[in-house]
């Protein structure tokens, strides 16, 4: 079938990137592991030429991603990172200037520091929480804002519909990375963004089985550039990891929704234990951005940082006392994940600037899995008891103990 | 540990020294020797692979068996557990079987002077009549496909064990999220893995689960002997598959519900088969015996035209055998699934030639049941205007 836009999202998800298989009528798309297509004629393909510039299967996941994010057919890349390359030199040139949230992934840091920066093209960090900071970092050279939201690892938000107003006023690109939230929870279209962009190595994907990344639009010709600098890059994704991707994005909603459930839960029981300082979920009461989340995201998602009352030390000593949650970096899969931002994730930024961010040496990162909540906060438990050693949080935390169950 | 974190927290990756999340897909038909003479834990795919066995052990723990065995089909693994009957034994079945399962029965054991008889397990005491001397193996389906009726897997493993037999049990239709037939006293749970334990339509695989090392060191014996055993890759995809199966059923179940009521209020439908409906008479012992309904339904219109034109007017629910799967799908199984049932055994089953089944998905809801209703006013609408055309002609 033909898959319908007024459809709803868990729809989409299964039907978005059916493209029929004329050949067999096959219900899964196949796998074209085929690095080039015979021509009918001399010069004359049935649409693919050769796997560096397209493939079949690979189309199929560039149409699914593109109804779930409600545009033309996305555009898919081995990596987010190769995404993100593939997103500057498509729409930036020597002489250009790029605006980055300041609690940019750190690869795309690296990027800029250790090959575009060389290559004449600037970029300044600033706080996209400030939409004033926003706009007094636009120069005449600007052509791009690059924003992620929530933020990695603090949870900061940025305004979309703010900066996409700012972006249109001075006729600039607002590109939105929304990894950590997906189409599913958050519509960087809807608030006027012009590009999305996904590391689907996270929940696209969602089973810590691939890596990948993709650009959306709705902008056809920004589309084909796209599609030409990757081909001249070879930056496309593979055809069995395109397969894996397209198969984990079916179960995108449905997982969205129990990562988020759980989050929830493990985000208020942290709050209330008495060894734990500050946790940045925007789903709490506590986070001072918790209004602008409810107005644009559907729900609060699966990541959360929490801090502890004591140092660094203690922080690396839980971490290694959980058992059930994985010590890994990535995020967004089926099994939850645990990551020290400061040696891990954000090693790169040098100290001040971590800490100018609100990332301690004592900030721990959760990506919350499938997980029963209550075993999950059952290990969290036994880590910070193991640490602290007290039991005091019994009690105070029965209740929501009870709810998670 | 919870089921939803069994489902993901466990070693995924054996002695492996990089510690993926993932996996290994161990792509290789042999495995090399320490020494002229001696063996490492794997020395040929057919006889063990890592991938699979990491598989067969999570299929074992989530079932609550000894051990489990992947096979390369549904079919493959129901073919390992007849091997353990030997000519002049008899397989009781129940009548309402998978076509697939009764062609195996009826039309290649019988090669091998195995014979399959069936009989109604629903009516436990006909059923008990029915079980002989030479019974070695009682199998059943619960709830059954297409018909969706619920047998006693107590009552009837009780009365194999009364006379010697072993009782296997096709839980595919349940998944050991739902249903844990080696609890209730099935010796073997089998699963055709096609359907929710992998869940994406995109595996075809099998399941044997022995509730007692000596079954399993039969089945394991066969499993190596005839070579069907699940090959690597597949057994990867599974393993991927196998990880939101709480996840995925949760919300089937749920949309299946919702359909099944749909449909019961519908002046078209005549019947509604589902376990989940408080007026289905499988719904008391399928509460007693499952922790669910599961996500196939079937319905009947009273008419075989009617009931083609709904499914072929369907344009979300992909016309196809299987079920289980994360997108909907819709069959008439008269002439699909069960189209290898003799024609004897389907006498007995009484499958009616309207009966629609549904494999509902994890699309929303209201765009299934807004699916349904236009492939509905399609059908009506043909009828109408087909009788309108009949009674022109007759005047």
């Known amino acids: ?23 067999a009528a096959a ?121 992620e939201t929530p933020g990695n690892p603090t949870m900061k938000l940025a305004d979309i519909a703010g900066i996409a107003a700012i972006a249109r006023k001075h006729r600039l690109l607002l590109a939105v990375d929304n990894t950590f939230l997906t189409p599913v929870l958050q519509r960087p279209f809807e608030l006027g963004a012009d590009i999305s962009v996904l590391s689907t190595t996270k929940y696209i994907e969602g089973h810590h089985a691939t890596v990948g990344g993709s650009l959306a639009s709705n902008d056809e010709k920004l589309l084909e550039r796209l599609r030409l600098v990757r081909k001249t890059l070879g930056a496309i994704q593979a055809p069995l990891d395109a397969w894996l991707t397209l198969r984990g994005l079916k179960t995108l909603p449905i997982r969205m929704k129990a990562h988020s459930e759980t989050a929830a839960t493990i985000a208020e029981w942290l709050e209330a234990h008495p060894a734990v300082a500050r946790v940045y979920y925007p789903g709490l009461d506590s986070f001072p951005q918790k209004a602008l989340a409810e107005r644009q995201q559907t729900t609060y998602g699966g990541m959360l940082s929490f801090e502890l009352k004591a140092g660094p030390a203690e922080a690396i000593a839980v971490m290694n006392a959980l058992k059930l949650w994985i010590r890994a970096e990535s995020l967004g899969g089926v099994e939850s994940l645990v990551t020290h931002p400061a040696t891990a994730t954000h090693a790169d930024v040098p100290v001040e600037t971590r800490h100018k961010l609100g990332i301690s040496d004592g900030l721990i990162r959760l990506s919350v899995g499938l997980e029963a909540a209550q075993d999950l906060i059952a290990d969290l438990r036994q880590a910070l008891d193991s640490v602290f050693g007290g039991k005091s949080e019994r009690s105070a935390n029965h209740e929501v103990c009870q709810q998670a169950g | 540990m919870k089921f939803a974190s069994k489902l993901v927290s466990f070693d995924v990756a054996p002695g492996d020294p990089f510690r993926p999340m993932a996996t290994p897909i161990y792509q290789t038909a042999t495995f090399e020797q320490e020494e002229a003479t001696s063996f490492g834990p794997y020395d040929y795919s057919r006889s063990g692979n890592p991938t699979r066995t990491v598989l067969e052990e999570q299929i074992a723990l989530l079932e609550n068996g000894r051990r489990g065995f992947c096979f390369a089909s549904g079919m493959a693994a129901i073919t390992s557990i ?154 990867f995809l599974f393993l991927r598959g196998l990880k939101t199966l709480k996840l995925r059923l949760d919300c089937q179940q749920k949309n299946a519900q919702s359909l099944a009521e749909w449909l019961e209020r519908h002046p078209q439908v005549t019947s509604v088969n589902y376990p989940g409906l408080t007026t289905s008479p499988g719904h008391l012992l399928q509460r007693k015996q499952a922790r669910g309904a599961g996500a196939v339904l079937s319905f009947t219109t009273g008419s075989v035209e009617v009931s083609r034109r709904i499914v072929e007017a369907t344009r979300m629910f992909s016309i196809c055998v299987s079920f289980g799967s994360i997108n909907s799908t819709i069959s008439l199984p008269g002439s699909m699934s069960h189209a290898s049932v003799p024609p004897e055994v389907g006498e007995l089953r009484e499958l009616p030639c309207d009966l629609v089944r549904i494999s509902v998905g994890i699309e929303d809801a209201g765009d299934l049941i807004a699916d349904l209703e236009q492939a509905f006013a399609v059908a009506t609408l043909e009828q109408a205007s087909l009788s309108e055309e009949g009674e022109a002609e007759v005047a």
């Open chain 2, 82 to 235: 007849t091997r353990l009957l030997k000519t002049g034994d008899e397989i009781l079945a129940d009548s309402d079987l998978y076509g697939g399962t009764c062609r195996l029965f009826t039309r290649v054991l019988d090669r091998t002077g195995i014979v399959a008889r069936y009989a109604d397990a629903c009516d436990v005491e006909a059923f008990a009549a029915q079980i002989r001397e030479r019974t070695k193996l009682v199998y059943l389906e619960s709830p059954t496909n297409p018909l969706l009726r619920v047998v006693d897997i107590r009552q009837i493993a009780d009365l194999a064990h009364a006379s010697g037999a072993l009782l296997a049990v096709d839980s595919s239709a349940m998944s050991p999220y739902l249903q844990n037939p080696l609890d209730l006293g099935a010796d073997l749970v089998l699963h055709s893995a096609t359907k929710f334990l992998c869940g994406h339509s995109d595996v075809t695989a099998g399941v044997v689960v022995a509730k007692d090392d000596e079954l399993a060191k039969q089945i394991y014996f066969l499993q190596n002997a005839e070579g069907n055993a699940l090959g690597p890759f597949d057994a």
């Open chain 1, 1 to 23: 079938m033909s898959y319908d836009n007024k459809f709803q999202v868990s729809t989409l998800a299964i039907h978005g990137g059916r493209v029929p298989d004329a050949q």
């Open chain 1, 27 to 147: 219900v899964v798309y196949p796998i074209f592991e085929s690095a080039t297509f015979e021509q009918q004629e001399t010069g004359l393909t049935k649409g693919h030429s050769y796997s560096r510039a397209s493939n079949p299967t690979v189309d199929a996941l560039e149409q699914a991603i593109g109804a779930l994010e409600g545009t033309p057919q996305a555009v898919c890349f081995r990596t987010g990172m190769a995404a993100i390359t593939t997103l500057f030199l498509s729409t930036v040139k020597s002489g250009d200037h790029v605006v980055l949230t300041d609690v940019v992934y750190g690869g795309t840091m690296r990027l800029f520091r250790e090959v575009l920066n060389g290559l004449g093209i600037a970029n300044t960090s600033v706080d996209t929480s400030d939409l004033e900071a926003v706009e007094r970092a636009i120069t005449p050279e600007t052509k791009v804002i690059l924003i």
